[in-house]
């Protein structure tokens, strides 16, 4: 099992649910050392390393065919790193890999915005989706 800290899209129940079976005990957590922001197009965010915070969710002791299903959803543009969290957690990030950075905009990723607009257009197109059944 692995914690997994999740920054984006999956915070939010309409989009985890879609992915996973297992329900899972979540906590509001901060990753520091890594900057979010948006994609090109898209409406969903990116994590690289940085000299920032992200607030985020984290999602406790996610089974192995879950974490399996988050993998296939996340794609080939992201590695699972394992971080630590508040000094003190081990739990697992989905980092964008250096080779695909130009695929981010400067823009930060407005939650408020996604919450009430950008979630409704991610899940009736995300591609992502396809993976998961």
């Not at 989009?15 to 409406?43: F, I, M, N």
């Not at 823009?107 to 950008?118: I, L, M, T, Y």
Request: net charge negative; glycine share 6%; proline share 3%.
């Amino acid at each position: 099992m692995a914690h997994i800290f999740t920054y984006g899209s999956l915070m939010f129940e309409a989009v985890w649910s879609k992915l996973v079976l297992g329900q899972y005990t979540r906590a509001p957590a901060l990753l520091e050392g890594y900057a979010r922001r948006c994609v090109k197009h898209e409406e969903y965010p990116v994590v690289f390393e940085a000299n920032e915070s992200v607030n985020g969710i984290l999602y406790y002791d996610v089974e192995p065919y879950d974490v399996a299903q988050l993998d296939a959803f996340e794609g080939e543009y992201y590695e699972r790193k394992t971080i630590l969290l508040n000094n003190c957690i081990d739990a697992h990030v989905y980092v964008l890999k250096k080779e695909y950075f130009e695929i981010i905009d400067d823009k930060p990723w407005d939650q408020e915005a996604f919450a009430k607009e950008g979630i409704k257009r991610f899940c009736e197109t995300y591609k992502g989706f396809m993976t998961s059944s």
